[in-house]
């Protein structure tokens, strides 16, 4: 669906040339979503308007939809971007349209009639969730419900790809989640292929596929989520998966731990996929002599699976805790003793 090819973008400014985009090589998959994460400035905004032709790539190729996006020009860059839509940060709505005058304006351009408009717009309206506030202006929204009115916008000329840049950033937690879910309901009934800038991983973790890692406008790393959360392989990447995996006061409980518990073990685990329901506790407890004591955990849903993150402090006779590491070694997790009083 989109193809990237050793793809640059220069901007020339007063005090020199910015690479934000460097030799940037990237296959994206129809129905895919695709993540692309990295701090500010890491060249993510510059990425996507190389993709809906808002910018000329300094050199390379960008293939979206079947259209040459870096070559072609005037109204069939047009039409090809009408296959290409997109949402952001701060909705872009026109304030003093309705919802559903907002909605219908991308068809309005497209010259459809009246009244295959307004067919088209209660559609949208009952598939983003916004059935019964079609006439409030943009000003009476919540800003999930405005972002509700950016993605209809957006899918009001059936696009095959839609950009989302920093779509959830301006949204609280909860808010960021129901339009995630939204996301996600659309992708799977449309078949629609979305590509999702962010600097958050829960962003990633929650929805993507796949993830691309930008630094310095290079991709980095890329790989399915799961994988990279894993095994995640550059050092930019592990502070990413950090974020979602491992809360700020993790080192700080365990040393507290430590202090409080001055003997035994204090183990990591980290489980992934099936292995992230498996009651290993349950089974720890019962068949050794030993306490378990559980510090701190998490579980998580990815699109591929569950990853999970456990912190337990094992106490007893060393024989006996060995006897559970042995046991623990031999599950489907990935072990390892962070402390050992
Ligand atoms: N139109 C422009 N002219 C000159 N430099 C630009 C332009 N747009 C972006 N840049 C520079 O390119 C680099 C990448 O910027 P970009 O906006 O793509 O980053 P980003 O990853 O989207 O950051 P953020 O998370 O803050 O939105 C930055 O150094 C930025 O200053
Ligand atoms: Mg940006």
């Known amino acids: 669906m989109i193809s990237l090819k050793k793809l640059n973008k220069v901007y020339e400014t007063k005090s020199g040339q910015v690479t934000a985009v460097n030799n940037v090589n990237l296959e994206i998959n129809k129905g895919e979503i695709f993540g692309i994460i990295g701090y500010s400035g890491a060249g993510k905004s510059s990425l996507i308007r190389l993709l809906n ?47 559903r005058e907002n909605i219908a304006f991308p068809l309005e351009i497209a010259g459809v009639k009246a009244s295959a408009r307004k067919k088209r717009v209660d559609e949208l309206i009952k598939l983003v969730g916004l059935e019964g506030r079609e006439e409030a202006y943009p000003a009476q929204l919540s800003g999930g419900q405005k972002q509700r009115v950016g993605i209809a916008r957006a899918l009001a000329n059936n696009p095959k790809v839609l950009l989302c840049d920093e779509a959830t950033s301006a949204l609280d937690p909860q808010t960021t989640d129901s339009i995630l879910d939204l996301l996600v309901d659309i992708n799977e009934r449309l078949g629609l292929t979305i590509v999702l800038i962010t600097h958050e991983m829960h962003v990633i973790r929650k929805i993507c596929h796949r993830v691309a890692v930008m630094e310095n406008g290079e991709v980095v790393e890329q790989g399915n989520v799961l994988d990279v959360f894993r095994n995640p392989q550059k050092p930019i990447t592990k502070r990413f998966v950090k974020q979602v995996t491992e809360p700020d006061e993790t080192n700080e409980v365990v040393a507290h731990l430590l202090e ?20 290993i506790i349950t089974n720890l407890i019962r068949n050794y002599s030993i306490e378990v004591n559980i510090l701190q955990g998490k579980i998580s849903q990815t699109q591929s699976g569950s990853y ?8 007893g006779n060393e024989a006996e805790i060995n006897k559970a590491l042995a046991f623990i070694y031999e599950q489907n997790v990935e072990v390892e003793v962070i402390a050992n009083a």
């Open 260 to 279: 409080l518990y001055p003997k035994g073990k204090v183990i990591q685990l980290t489980f992934v996929g099936e292995s992230a329901e498996q009651p």
């Open 53 to 99: 032709g808002l910018e000329k790539p300094t050199s390379g190729s960008v293939h979206v939809a079947g259209s040459h996006i870096d070559s072609i020009k005037g109204a069939k860059l047009r039409k090809a971007r009408q296959e290409i839509s997109m949402i952001f940060q701060h909705f872009n709505l026109l304030w003093s349209r309705t919802v």
């Open 308 to 315: 999970g993150n456990l912190f337990i402090h094992l106490d």
